[in-house]
Nanobody, 133 residues
Framework: QVQLVESGGGSVESGGSLKLSCAASGYTGTTSPTLFCVGWFRQAPGKEREGLAHIDSSGRTYYADSVKGRFSMSRSQDNGKHTAYLHLTNLKPEDTGKYYC?????????????????????WGQGAQVTVSS
């Protein structure tokens, strides 16, 4: 059973920074997945889930206008272990919410899901980010 485990949430003051991690585990089979397709989302209290960013098969990243220039994402692979990161900078109180990573593990060269079309198979448990003014 594939799981995405998130870490790194917390409470910061306006203008502060946080780094979220999303580690995939539990995939089985003789061949490790070659592609870790990841998107990041958040949900503020009383609001709908909002797509923030995704990374495509070539490693190019895309961001929602609300976070462009302040958030950046990346991914890494180490000994078959896939991890994604979301670096949050210049945080504002309106960035408060629960942040989720979502991912597909693939053995081809395509990442079909995006932060605007979130058909990801796996979702993390969420990490709370609270920004005070």
């Amino acid at each position: 059973q594939v799981q995405l485990v998130e870490s790194g949430g917390g409470s910061v003051e306006s203008g502060g920074s946080l780094k979220l991690s999303c580690a995939a585990s539990g995939y089985t089979g003789t061949t490790s997945p070659t592609l870790f397709c990841v998107g990041w989302f958040r949900q503020a209290p009383g609001k709908e889930r909002e797509g923030l960013a995704h990374i495509d098969s070539s490693g190019r990243t895309y961001y929602a206008d609300s976070v462009k220039g302040r958030f950046s994402m990346s991914r890494s692979q180490d000994n078959g272990k896939h991890t994604a990161y979301l670096h949050l900078t210049n945080l504002k109180p309106e960035d408060t919410g629960k942040y989720y990573c979502a991912a597909d593990l693939r053995w081809d060269t395509i990442c079909p899901a995006t932060f605007t079309n979130p058909g990801y198979m796996y979702w993390g448990q969420g990490a709370q980010v609270t920004v005070s003014s």
